[in-house]
């Protein structure tokens, strides 16, 4: 669709806009400072209010990590039926958000609300970094290994919820996924030689692994054994319980994508899963990834793994191995 509009040329100090894929723009306010902004929100995903908060600020928040920044602020925006659903369940939705800013140091300034008969909620968020010190998803290199830092399979668990088909223990297990930031994650890889970072949303693991490889001219082998998964995502997923997001995916992406053939069309699905608020997915020499993953995992919350190589560029743009 970006495509089909008449841009006019950015100026020089755009130093990251619309087009590429990636995760937020980025603006060069000084030669020591370049602001990072993105913007993001959905329906809910959780029954719990304050949860919902959470977990749609971390994914708003996930696109400033992803570019190596530090938050800075966020404005609410908001859709929502007052009369219908009355001021108390909003109150809690902003609430757990305003407890995620600050958990990631940022602060939420403002924002816009909408009378909206389908709840939504999201935030435009706003931070920092060196204007050299960027991450980007196209400048993956080949010799790299490719790093994951938390469990896919969000959007076939948080469909398994609106099917009651989760304990109360598997519910919090995906909600606290969700609601995880990437500031560890982001904030660790000061610490190490970095290619290339984006984070795992709505495209599923796949989706954005073929962004980053098509972007930096490279093609990627995935070990499907070595991706995280949350408990019971393939046996949800055996039984149909996938979103129509997840299938989309699937599908967009054939043609790039060559399957082993011991793999099953449920495991498939598996790597296209739709996803909320999902881990970053980093391109990095390897002597330099296994030490990173061991740090990770030293003091995150969610599990870091090496899932794959990055290769020349080859006819196929991923290869997914057993």
């Known amino acids: 669709m970006l495509r089909q509009i008449n841009t006019p040329q950015a100026n020089a100090n755009v130093l990251v806009g619309s087009g590429t894929n990636d995760d937020a723009g980025v603006y060069k306010l000084t030669e020591e400072i370049a602001m990072i902004q993105s913007v993001d929100y959905f329906t809910p995903i959780v029954d719990d209010a304050y949860d919902f908060g959470q977990i ?58 909408i009378d909206d008969q389908e709840p939504k909620f999201g935030m435009a968020v706003t931070g920092i970094a060196h204007p050299e010190k960027i991450f980007q998803n196209s400048t993956a290199k080949a010799g790299d290994v490719l790093v994951l830092t938390k469990p896919i399979g969000v959007g076939i668990h948080t469909t398994a919820i609106k099917r009651d088909l989760l304990d109360s223990h598997e519910k919090q297990l995906v909600t606290d996924t969700m609601a995880a930031l990437n500031k560890k994650a982001s904030e660790l890889l000061a610490d190490y ?41 393939v046996e949800l997923a055996e039984n149909g319980v996938v979103p129509g997001g997840s299938k989309a995916n699937h599908s ?17 699905l ?52 057993p």
């Open 270 to 321: 598996i790597l296209c899963d739709a996803i909320t608020s999902g881990g970053l997915l980093i391109s990095m020499p390897k002597d330099e990834a296994q030490a990173y993953v061991d740090s990770f995992n030293r003091i995150a919350d969610t599990t870091a793994a090496i899932i794959g190589d990055v290769k020349e560029q080859e006819t196929i743009m991923i290869r997914v191995h």
């Open 56 to 113: 749609a600020a971390a994914n708003a928040l996930s696109d400033i990590y992803a570019m190596g920044g530090t938050v800075k602020t966020g404005l609410n925006i908001v859709g929502y039926p007052i009369k219908k659903l009355g001021p108390e369940i909003l109150a809690r939705i902003l609430q757990g958000a305003q407890d995620k800013m600050a958990e990631a140091g940022g602060d939420i300034i403002g924002g816009h609300s």
């Open 193 to 233: 030689q970095v290619n290339a970072v984006t984070d795992v949303t709505g495209f599923g693991l796949l989706g954005h692994a073929s962004e980053m490889a098509e972007g930096s001219g490279v093609s990627f082998d995935i070990s499907y054994s070595q991706v995280p998964q949350l408990a019971r995502t």
């Open 252 to 268: 967009w992406l054939s043609g790039r994508i060559n399957y082993h053939e011991e793999l099953t069309k449920a495991q498939q």
